[in-house]
C-alpha cells in the first residue's frame, strides 16, 4: 500500500514540478509516510487509506482498536466473565465433538487407540473415543478390493523352469483382514505386498516350464502364487487377505514371439496336410465302393446269362470306341497290307488345318 | 498473584510453560514405535520394546513419563521394514551372469543395542545393505545357475537370511525374511544367447509339427488306399475271368476314345482291324 503511495507521491512530483532533479529531493517518496516538503499531487491525498494515520484527530478504527483493547484488559464484562473463557470454551467443546465422535461407513473399520495403545476396533456406525491427542481413530476401509499390476508398463520378463524368458502380466487383489495388524506390523504395507508378490511369482514361475507359463499350467501357477503370497504375508503378519492373482497376459517375449507363431503356423499346416489326406482318402474308398457296387450289379446280370451278357457287353462297347474313332479294315488275306502309317498321321493333322482354311 | 492470573498474557505466558514441562515430562508411545530414554546421551531404559508373538493392545505403548529436559526420548520403529539390494550382477560357479534384485525385512528388537551401534535407523539400513549384496554373492556364487530356478532356491535364501542375521543382531535387527525379487539375465549377449535358443528350439518344434503332420497324412492316404483295394478285392474276386473280360472293357473305353474337337468329334484314334478280328466273325459270314 505505501508503496504505491510513494510511487503515486513520487510520479506526481515528476509530473508537476520538477524541482530538486528527477529522483524528487523533497518528494520523499522512499518513506511513503512523510509529507516532506515536496509538490502535492493533485490526486495523492485522495488515494489515501481508511488506515492511513491522517494528521488531524484518530480516525473511527484507531477508537475502535482503543477500546477494544480497553476491554480486554480489564477483562470483565458486565456478567462478571471475559470474552476469551466462552471462546475458550467454544473451542475446547468444537474439538472434543470433532475428535471423539467418529462415523465409521459400513466399508470401513475403525482402530482405536487410548495413549498410542491400540484398544479396539470400531464397527460401522457412530462411535465415541477419548478426544485427541488422549485417544484416536484411523479409518481403515477394509471391504474394498485394491488391486495391484504387475507390471505397470513395458514388458515383465521372468525367467522360466527350463532357463526361457516369458512376459507375464498379472495383477494381485487384496483388501485388509486386521485393520490394526495393517496399522502397526509393517512399515509400508502396500509396497510390501508389491514385492512379495513380484518375488512369489517369480519363485512359482522359476519352477514350471515354458510351455506351462504360456498355457495349461496358469491356474496353477495363480494358485501356488496366491498360497505363497499369503503364507508370506501371514508370516509377517500384515493382516492382509490375498482375494486372487490373476494372470492377465502370458506371451514369449517380443524378440522371439515371431519363432512362436511360426510354431503355430506349423501346427496349422500340419492340420491342413491331414486335411488333404482325409479328403483323399474319402475319395479312393468312395470310389472303390462305387466300382465294387457296380461290378456287383452287372456280375448279377452276368450271372443269370453269362454268354449273353459277354457278347452284348462286348458289342456295346466296341460300338462305343469304333464310332469313336478311325477304323482300317485290312482285307484280302495273303496281301501284305501296306500300312500308310505316315500317311494316317498326315490326314489326321490335315483334317484340323482344312477345317480351318476352307469353308468346305 | 491472583493479579498476574487475571492478566492474560501473562496467563499464556504459564500455560505454555506448563504445555512444555508436561510435553517433556509425558509422551504418548504409539503401537508402531519403540522409544529409547536416553540422559545426557546415555541410553537408560526402553519404552515399548518388542517381544515376539505379543498382541496389539498388550504391548508397552501408552503413557510414559520421564524426567523433564533431563531425558530425551529417541523414537525407533518397531514395524517391520525393508531393505533393499538395487540390481546387481551375480555370477553363478558355471559362469552364467545374473541381475538380481532382492529385499531383505527387518524390525528392530533390541533398541538399545541398536542405538548403541547405530544411533538411526537409516544407518542399520545403510548398513545391511551391503550385507545383503554380498552374502547373496556369495551364496549364488557357489552354485550352478539352474539352482536357482529350482526348489534349491529356498535353501539358498535360508543361507543369506542367517549370514544376514549375524551382521544384523548386532544392529539389534532380527531379520525377518529374504527375498529374491527379480532374477534375469542381464541385458546384451546373456539375454540374446538365450533368446537365440529359444528360438531355435521353436523352429525345431514347428518343423517336427510339420513332418509329423505330413507322416500322419501320409498314413491316412495309404490307409484310404489299402481300404479301397480291399474293397475292390471282395468284389472283383468273386469271378476274376468275368473281372478281366468286365475291366477291359473298360479299359479300351477309356484309353482309344480320345476326347474329339467339333470339327474332329472322331478323335486322332486310328484303329486297323484285322478281318480275322474276332469283331468281324459275323462280317465274315461264318458262322
Known amino acids: 500500500m505505501k508503496r504505491i503511495f510513494g510511487w503515486g507521491r513520487r510520479l506526481g512530483a515528476v509530473l508537476s514540478d520538477n524541482r530538486g532533479g528527477p529522483w524528487g529531493s523533497g518528494g520523499g517518496g522512499d518513506d511513503g509516510s512523510g509529507d516532506g516538503g515536496g509538490p502535492r499531487n493533485p490526486w495523492g491525498p485522495r488515494r489515501k487509506a481508511p488506515g492511513q494515520r491522517p494528521e488531524g484527530g484518530p480516525n ?5 482498536l482503543k477500546k477494544s483493547r480497553a476491554r480486554i484488559g480489564t477483562g470483565f464484562p458486565r456478567d462478571g466473565r471475559p470474552y476469551w473463557v466462552y471462546g475458550l470454551i467454544a473451542f475446547l467443546a468444537i474439538w472434543i465433538l470433532f475428535t471423539s465422535v467418529h462415523r465409521i461407513g459400513p466399508q470401513e473399520r475403525g482402530v482405536v487407540t487410548f495413549m498410542g495403545k491400540y484398544s479396539g476396533t470400531m464397527q460401522p456406525g457412530i462411535g465415541f473415543s477419548w478426544p485427541s491427542p488422549v485417544g484416536g481413530v484411523t479409518k481403515l476401509d477394509v471391504e474394498e478390493i485394491q488391486t495391484i499390476t504387475i507390471p505397470g508398463t513395458g514388458e515383465n520378463l521372468i525367467l522360466t523352469g527350463d ?17 490394526e495388524l495393517y496399522l502397526f506390523q509393517i512399515a509400508n504395507p502396500d509396497s510390501t505386498i508389491r514385492e512379495v508378490a513380484e518375488s512369489s511369482m517369480r519363485a512359482v514361475v522359476a519352477r514350471v516350464s515354458l510351455d506351462d507359463a504360456l498355457g495349461a499350467g496358469r491356474s496353477e501357477i495363480e494358485q501356488r502364487v496366491e498360497q505363497n503370497m499369503q503364507r508370506l504375508l501371514d508370516d509377517y503378519g500384515a493382516g492382509v487377505q490375498i482375494q486372487g492373482v490373476a494372470i492377465n497376459a502370458s506371451a514369449p517375449p517380443e524378440a522371439v514371439n515371431q519363432a512362436f507363431l511360426d510354431v503355430s503356423a506349423a501346427q496349422q499346416q500340419a492340420q491342413s496336410f491331414m486335411n488333404g489326406a482325409r479328403a483323399y482318402a474319402l475319395q479312393q474308398t468312395a470310389r472303390a465302393q462305387g466300382e465294387a457296387a457296380a461290378f456287383e450289379k452287372v456280375y448279377a446280370e452276368y450271372r443269370a446269362a453269362p454268354d449273353v451278357t459277354r457278347r452284348r457287353m462286348y458289342y456295346e462297347t466296341m460300338e462305343r470306341i469304333l464310332s469313336r474313332v478311325d477304323t482300317t479294315i485290312v482285307e484280302a488275306p495273303g496281301v501284305t497290307p501296306y500300312l500308310a502309317l505316315p500317311e494316317v498321321q498326315r490326314r489326321q493333322q490335315a483334317a484340323p488345318q482344312a477345317a480351318e482354311g476352307a469353308p468346305q | 498473584m491472583t493479579r498476574t492470573l487475571r492478566h492474560p498474557i501473562a496467563l499464556g505466558v504459564i500455560a505454555i510453560l506448563l504445555l512444555i514441562l508436561v510435553a517433556s515430562t509425558f509422551s504418548i508411545v504409539p503401537e ?31 503413557l510414559a513419563v520421564r524426567i ?19 540390481n546387481q550382477q551375480v555370477l553363478s560357479t558355471d559362469q552364467l551372469r545374473l541381475q538380481v534384485d532382492a529385499f531383505a525385512r527387518y524390525r528392530i528388537v533390541d533398541p538399545l543395542r541398536m542405538y548403541i551401534s547405530a544411533r538411526t535407523e537409516e544407518n542399520v539400513s545403510n548398513q545391511l545393505k551391503p550385507i545383503l549384496g554380498s552374502a547373496l554373492r556369495n551364496e549364488l556364487g557357489r552354485r550352478p545357475f539352474a539352482a536357482l530356478l529350482s526348489p534349491e532356491r529356498g535353501q539358498m535364501m535360508d543361507n543369506i537370511q542367517n549370514a544376514l542375521n549375524r551382521v544384523a543382531r548386532q ?5 525377518v525374511d529374504v527375498r529374491i525379487k527379480r532374477a534375469d539375465l542381464p541385458d546384451g549377449t546373456p539375454l540374446d544367447s538365450a533368446y537365440e535358443r529359444m528360438r531355435t528350439a521353436r523352429q525345431q518344434e514347428a518343423g517336427s509339427i510339420r513332418a509329423q503332420g505330413q507322416k500322419q497324412a501320409q498314413i491316412i492316404r495309404a490307409e484310404a488306399d489299402a481300404e479301397a483295394a480291399a474293397t475292390y478285392a471282395g468284389a472283383f474276386n468273386q469271378d476274376p475271368e468275368f473281372y478281366d473280360f468286365y475291366r ?31 469283331y468281324l466273325r459275323q462280317f465274315r459270314g461264318n458262322r
Open chain 2, 32 to 62: 508402531t514405535k519403540q522409544g529409547v530414554i536416553v540422559r545426557f546421551g546415555e541410553a537408560q531404559r526402553i519404552l515399548n520394546k518388542y517381544r515376539p508373538g505379543e498382541e496389539f493392545g498388550r504391548t508397552g505403548a501408552g
Open chain 1, 163 to 179: 532357463q526361457n524368458v516369458i512376459n507375464l502380466a498379472y495383477s494381485v487383489r487384496w483388501n485388509i483382514k486386521s485393520p
Open chain 2, 171 to 175: 544392529y539389534g535387527a532380527e531379520i
Open chain 1, 60 to 64: 473511527p478504527f484507531d477508537e475502535f
Open chain 2, 68 to 86: 523433564p529436559f533431563l531425558e530425551q526420548v529417541v523414537w525407533i520403529d518397531k514395524r517391520i521394514q525393508s531393505v533393499e539390494m538395487e
Open chain 2, 248 to 278: 477291359s472293357m473298360q479299359s479300351y473305353e477309356a484309353s482309344f476314345i480320345s476326347p474329339g474337337t467339333a470339327q474332329n468329334p472322331r478323335g486322332r484314334t486310328s484303329i486297323i482291324l484285322s478281318p480275322s478280328n474276332d
